[in-house]
């Protein structure tokens, strides 16, 4: 089995966020894991991306306690742009053994107008994608 040492577990304070980071925190904990918590601000204006960051910064900070109870050593990142790109980059300059992302179950009339940042990732990356969906309970 792989030893993952670094995840980078991107995050967009969602709902689904809290099964997420039950997973990584499952995952990472008896492993010794350091955890790396990304959000990508997608803004438009600078309002905009400031009051994203000022959100980001709180939920992030929410996600960071609860992991550090349990014992897990968390870095918070925020980026700004497009999700995809920002954490391409992200997994481009420093080196993390996993990717772990909400899958957020999109309809198909929802992946056709939006898009998925998963799917946009999955033949870019070279490092494993985990893909937490619902609820958790370890």
């Known amino acids: 089995m792989h030893s993952y040492r670094n995840i980078l577990a991107a995050v967009d304070g969602s709902e689904a966020d809290e ?7 499952a995952l990472a ?3 010794k894991a350091r ?9 438009h204006t600078l309002d905009q991306e400031r009051t994203l960051r000022e959100q980001a ?6 996600y960071r306690a ?13 980026r700004s742009g497009e999700p995809d790109r920002e ?8 080196r993390y053994d996993l ?23 999955r033949n870019k990356i070279t490092i494993p994608l985990l893909l937490a969906r ?3 309970r370890g």
């Open 19 to 25: 099964a997420l980071v039950e997973q990584v925190s």
């Open 29 to 31: 904990a008896p492993l």
């Open 35 to 43: 955890v790396h918590l990304l959000h990508v601000a997608h803004s």
């Open 57 to 62: 910064e709180e939920f992030l900070e929410r």
């Open 66 to 78: 609860a992991m550090q109870q349990q014992g897990i050593e968390v870095e918070v990142l925020i």
């Open 87 to 94: 954490i391409l980059k992200e997994i481009e300059e420093h």
């Open 99 to 121: 990717l772990a992302m909400a899958a957020h179950g999109h309809t198909l009339f929802g992946r056709l107008l939006f898009g998925s940042v998963s799917r946009a990732l």
């Open 134 to 136: 619902g609820e958790f």
